[in-house]
Structures are given as structure tokens and as C-alpha cells.
């Protein structure tokens, strides 16, 4: 597949690709669930709840991070994760916004 354009989208378009392309993984919708569970700033728990390497669940932490959803803060050698309330706020719009485009109606089939 070549080069997406990403020009040619608008940046709810855009925002909300890069959002879901990040959610499609299982392991980093485990680690999102994880947090919401805790409800707290939690570090070296992830690698044990997964069962994965350390270095795959920091590389899927460095991908929820870059999109905003988490924020780590250091506690001595350790980095401590949570939600990021603002993001969570806004991306859950967008996909609200996304989702409620569906006009339901009656209609069971379109084709």
C-alpha cells in the first residue's frame, strides 16, 4: 500500500485514523483497561497483568503516550502511567461524533 495523503483528510479525519490505528491493538487496549481499572498511576504491574516483555509493553506504552491517551510521570527509576483525562475527554468525542453519524432507523437492510 503506498503513502496515505494524509493531506487530502481533515484533521477529525486524520486524528481519529491515528486514534484507532493505536486502539487496534489487543495489548494496548489491555494496558488502557488496566489503568481505567486501577484508576491510578500504576508502572511495573503492566508487565506482569500482560505477561509480555518489558521492552513490547514499553514500546506499546511510547504509542498510547504519542497520541496523548497516557502521561507517565518518574519516580526514581520507574516511570508511573495513568489516563490522560483531557485526551480520553476528546477522543471519546471524536468517536462519539464518528459513531453517531448512523442515522438508526427501521431499516434492517441497505443493499
Known amino acids: 500500500m ?3 495523503k494524509i493531506e487530502l483528510f481533515t484533521n477529525a479525519q486524520n486524528e481519529l485514523a491515528q486514534a ?3 486502539l487496534a ?10 489503568l481505567l481499572k486501577a484508576n491510578a498511576c500504576i508502572n511495573g504491574d503492566l508487565v506482569q497483568e500482560l505477561g509480555l516483555a518489558q521492552p513490547t509493553v514499553s514500546q506499546h506504552l511510547r504509542e498510547l503516550k504519542e497520541i496523548g491517551l497516557i502521561q507517565g ?10 489516563i490522560q483525562p483531557n485526551r ?21 437492510d441497505c443493499c
Not at 73 to 81: H, L, P, R
Not at 92 to 105: A, S
Open 2 to 4: 503506498g503513502l496515505t
Open 20 to 22: 484507532a490505528k493505536v
Open 25 to 34: 491493538h489487543p495489548a494496548r487496549v489491555a494496558i488502557l483497561q488496566h
Open 73 to 82: 510521570t518518574i519516580d526514581g527509576v520507574s516511570v508511573n502511567y495513568c
Open 88 to 108: 480520553w475527554r476528546e477522543l471519546q468525542v471524536l468517536f462519539d461524533q464518528f459513531f453517531n453519524q448512523y442515522p438508526y432507523t427501521n431499516q434492517t
